[in-house]
Nanobody
Framework: QVQLVESGGGLVQAGGSLRLSCAAS????????MGWFRQAPGKERECVTT????????YYGDSVKGRFTISGDSAKNSVNLQMDSLKPEDTAVYYC????????????????????WGQGTQVTVSS
């Protein structure tokens, strides 16, 4: 089993910044990718950003490109999400995810491609 623990959520004014962190523990020897998803009230969970460890390639959802940055350390099984220029529409519960299957080169953009999830951390952006 793998456990993911997120931290860093909170309340911030529009235009502000927050940094989320996620650390994985347990059976992490097959950690192929990690990413961040979010779910706003009444909406489906969406992919925010992902990082593939094989070549450190990253993906960003269109709504966060240029504002959010993912970084990570495969040796420590951890990822961070730097969120700048936050908007009220970024308000959501943010979840860290880890892919344990599918091999090192898969591009994983859907939640079904991730095997383990954190408990989620609330991010609220006030206008």
């Amino acid at each position: 089993q793998v456990q993911l623990v997120e931290s860093g959520g909170g309340l911030v004014q529009a235009g502000g910044s927050l940094r989320l962190s996620c650390a994985a523990s347990g059976r992490t020897f097959m950690n192929f990718a990690m990413g961040w998803f979010r779910q706003a009230p009444g909406k489906e969970r969406e992919c925010v950003t992902t990082m593939r460890w094989a070549d450190s390639s990253t993906y960003y959802g269109d709504s966060v490109k240029g504002r959010f940055t993912i970084s990570g350390d495969s040796a420590k099984n951890s990822v961070n999400l730097q969120m700048d220029s936050l908007k009220p529409e970024d308000t959501a519960v943010y979840y860290c995810a880890l892919a344990h299957s599918g091999g090192p080169w898969s591009i994983r953009l859907s939640e079904s491609e991730y095997d383990y999830w954190g408990q989620g951390t609330q991010v609220t952006v006030s206008s």
